[in-house]
């Protein structure tokens, strides 16, 4: 009888654990890493359940100190994200970039600065390049934060765009001034404000 299957009740509620994670505003990619993470944990906690004899409490224990360790080591990453984004947004550009980036026409000098400070704050690498899905969020943010009364450029927008602009050697990445010419036509497609640049 299926009743009496341990295995197989370990196996489906790590399952509808794993599922039970999954969110409507993420890509299927991220959110067949963030099941199968989850369906990892929720079977590490079952299997708790059963070494307990059936006591949830110490399943309760474990979940809190795990969220605990994931919410604390989340803010110190975001913490030294913001930092190094601080310090990258203050600095001045090196110069073979600044030449680049003096041939842009610069019209809202305060929206310039807040996509320079965006491009830092989604440079998770620290490699002052952005990956694809570093651009996709960074512009998502740009359109949420300043953007409230027009919607997000599409992301396929976006996809079109980066490929355009985008340079690196086997993997394509984004510098500044790519990402702020990319920024530039998203703005003329998508006004933020009446700026460009």
Known sequence: HYSDNVALALFLQALLFGLGHA?????????GIVMSLQAVNGFCFGLLYILSGGDI???????????????????VSSNDQIEYADRMYLE????????????????DDK??????????TFD???????SLSE?????SY???ELGRSSEAPPEKNVDDLFKSFAKGEGVERMR???????????????PIKAATI
């Open 111 to 120: 929206l310039f600065r807040t996509c320079k400070r965006l491009f830092y």
């Open 176 to 190: 500044f001034p790519e990402f702020a010419k990319l920024f530039a036509v998203l703005q003329k497609q998508n």
């Open 124 to 130: 998770y690498d620290k490699n002052k390049t952005l």
């Open 92 to 107: 001045p550009f090196p110069q073979d970039v600044q030449k680049e980036v003096s041939k842009l026409r610069v019209t």
């Open 23 to 31: 969110s409507p505003r993420s890509n299927l990619t991220e959110n």
């Open 142 to 144: 740009l359109w949420l």
């Open 135 to 139: 651009v996709r969020r960074g512009i």
């Open 57 to 75: 409490v110490p399943c309760m224990i474990a979940h809190a100190i795990y969220d605990f360790q994931v919410f604390f080591l989340t803010w």
